[in-house]
């Protein structure tokens, strides 16, 4: 699996959109890209995954560029809630494979 | 849907004894992951099964850590003989194969063993 780079914390002020960049410049074509969150000491939980195109659900938009070799993650309207940390991960699609977590971006929302 | 039921949730044991950790995976999924996760390592993952055979244990740091999963609905993973070191948390998650679908994790078993 490819591996995946992201900045080990960043800052978002409450009801601001958070943007969290990660960079997987070596992904392969079969290989889609994952978000999960880990807050505090829960179990992490999936948030958002994509191939090529951007993708939007209740949680969180996932940009993917052109190219592939990065996207962003958007929480459109942070909460103090969305404090924890956050991981980028990609995985090939032919099945559920194995997946490697990196040291993830601690993400902390400010009032 | 109860989630992925991991269960003990916390367990103290002294070094030497015998540990297992016990995992129900979510009705239906076809993979099933157990993940340790400390300080200084991150989240590891140790072994995975698809339908219930193991696939890929590389993870599993030495011949003290074994799992098993007789059943679409149940795994352990046991450590004998438990050493401090092994202290982590230990996550299962499952998931479907198609790629359309993330893990789901457990709330983990934290284990200390002193």
């Known amino acids: 699996d490819a591996k995946t780079t992201q900045p080990p914390s960043m800052d978002c002020a409450e009801g601001r959109a958070a943007n969290l960049p990660c960079n997987h410049s070596?992904?392969?074509?079969?290989?889609?890209v994952y978000w999960y969150r880990q807050i505090h000491s829960q179990g992490p939980q999936y948030i958002i995954h994509?191939?090529?195109n951007n993708e939007t659900n209740e949680m969180a938009s996932l940009i993917i560029t052109e190219d592939r070799k990065s996207s962003t993650l958007i929480l459109p309207h942070a909460t103090l809630r969305d404090t924890a940390v956050y991981y980028c991960?990609?995985?090939?699609?032919?099945?559920?494979?194995?997946?490697?977590f990196g040291d993830g971006t601690t993400l902390t929302v400010k009032p | 849907d109860a989630g992925v039921i991991q269960s003990p949730r916390h367990e103290v044991t002294e070094m030497g004894q015998e540990v297992t950790l016990r995992c129900k995976p979510i009705?239906?999924?076809?993979?099933l992951f157990w993940y340790r996760q400390t300080m200084m390592r991150g989240l590891e993952l140790l072994i995975y099964?698809?339908?219930?055979?193991?696939?890929?244990d590389s993870g599993m740091p030495e011949d003290r850590f074994s799992a098993k999963m007789p059943n679409a609905s149940f795994s352990t993973l046991k450590i004998q003989p438990s050493e401090p070191r092994d202290s982590a948390v230990y996550f299962c998650?499952?998931?479907?194969?198609?790629?359309?679908?993330?893990?789901?994790f457990g709330s983990g078993t934290r284990l200390t063993v002193v």
């Open positions: 099964f698809n339908n219930n055979v193991p696939i890929d």
């Open positions: 991960i990609v995985r090939v699609g032919t099945n559920a494979g194995k997946s490697t």
């Open positions: 998650a499952s998931s479907y194969g198609h790629p359309h679908y993330g893990y789901t």
């Open positions: 070596t992904i392969s074509g079969n290989e889609y």
């Open positions: 994509g191939l090529k």
């Open positions: 009705s239906g999924h076809d993979y």
